[in-house]
């Protein structure tokens, strides 16, 4: 255990063997000897250890221990082992402090993730798809509306969701995976807003989808998870009722609108608007010239605030209002010391008479 904590923090850091040897003065052996539990670091080198990787000395013995099951990267090839053992560690860390913070619950706080009992059995066409989204809409009472916040729809749902640091060549598209059942999601903190509601719903669809896709509908799983994703963040009766049922053109400020209405990007709503037939392929392609001629494809002339996972937080301060934890234990449970706790607690008095610059 102590040894998967001395690995899980150096890949955390971003250290190699060698990194990691040379910052404690010992030899690469010596580290991986740790790491395997052939060696148990004294007191003295679990301070070294805590220093060299940015950890408090609490962290290597953390009681909970928490295992991430099924764990499937959307990545581009380039994404090697090493980025995805860093990127597993750094979940795996969160995901271990949030389930340390439900332990001390009473009753587990939230919804469990359950699929809709009107859900289709079998996906055989793209309107089952759309369907599908529909039903997981009708279950979190979404109507046919805008979700303002999609981390906290899916937290809502039962759904642990992380943001993660990026890789450095930008090479995850989206992780998932199950933490004692619990289904974890996890998107990079540095996307733009529209790329991570789509990656977040796109991985709901993976869990909606899961042993529902019939081979004879001509999409892989991601692509009918694509198709899932734009139709439960925009859908269709939205859509219809924004745009309307048949175009011969779009303007792109229509395009703008809508996503920063829905939270879906301009180019995923030309794909969702030539799904619906609402547009022909004609005026689809020609929108696509238009987006490559000015520079749109890499990047749309409007973005959208930034995701925010904000569940965390207000679990340690409800547990910390409850009296399930101290000061300490929740300055812990935040990655902060204590003082910086105490500060970060202390309401601040407004000032009621502000002057005027």
């Known amino acids: ?4 904590r001395l690995k899980r923090a150096r890949l955390m ?63 581009k090839a380039s994404l090697g082992k090493e980025a995805q053992e860093i990127l597993v560690s750094m979940l795996t860390e969160q995901v271990e ?26 996906i055989r066409t793209p309107e089952d798809l759309e369907a599908a989204a529909e039903a997981m809409r009708r279950a979190w009472d979404l109507g046919q509306d805008p979700i303002l916040d999609m981390v906290d729809a899916l937290e809502q749902g039962g759904i642990w969701v992380f943001l993660l640091p990026e890789d450095a060549q930008g ?7 199950r933490a004692d059942g619990v289904p974890v999601v996890a998107v990079a903190e540095t996307w733009p807003g529209d ?28 692509k009918a998870c694509h198709r899932f994703a734009g ?11 924004e745009l309307g049922t048949a175009r011969r053109w779009v303007e792109w400020r229509e395009l703008a609108a809508l996503k920063v209405q829905f939270g879906l990007s301009m180019a995923a709503c030309i794909f969702r608007a030539r799904n619906l037939e609402i547009i022909s392929e004609e005026t689809s392609s020609r929108l696509w010239v238009q987006f490559s001629q000015l520079g749109w494809r890499k990047e749309e002339p409007v973005s959208i605030p930034k995701e925010q996972a904000h569940a965390f937080e207000q679990l340690v301060f409800h547990a910390l209002a409850e009296d399930l934890i101290g000061e300490a234990k929740a300055a812990e449970l935040l990655g902060m010391s204590l003082v910086a706790f105490l500060a970060f607690r202390t309401p601040k008095v407004l000032d009621a008479n502000p002057s005027h610059q």
Do not use: W
């Open 231 to 241: 139709a439960f963040i925009l859908p269709r009766a939205a859509l219809a009722r």
């Open 171 to 177: 090479r995850m598209n989206g992780l998932c995976a």
């Open 195 to 222: 790329r991570q509601r789509f990656t977040l719903a796109h991985e709901l669809g993976h869990l909606v989808l899961e042993g529902r896709l019939d081979p004879g509908l001509g999409l892989d799983q991601e």
């Open 1 to 4: 255990m102590l040894g998967e």
């Open 97 to 122: 402090r949030r389930a340390e913070l439900v332990s001390f619950f009473p009753t587990l706080p939230g919804a469990s993730f359950t699929l809709p009992a009107d859900l289709p059995e079998r």
């Open 13 to 75: 850091a971003g250290l190699s063997l060698r990194a990691m040897g040379e910052r404690m003065e010992l030899s690469q052996t010596a580290i991986q000897k740790f790491e395997r539990g052939i060696l148990t670091p004294g007191s003295r080198d679990l301070l070294k250890l805590a220093k060299a990787t940015g950890v408090k000395t609490e962290y290597f013995f953390r009681t909970s221990d928490v295992s991430l099951h099924g764990v499937e990267f959307r990545k």
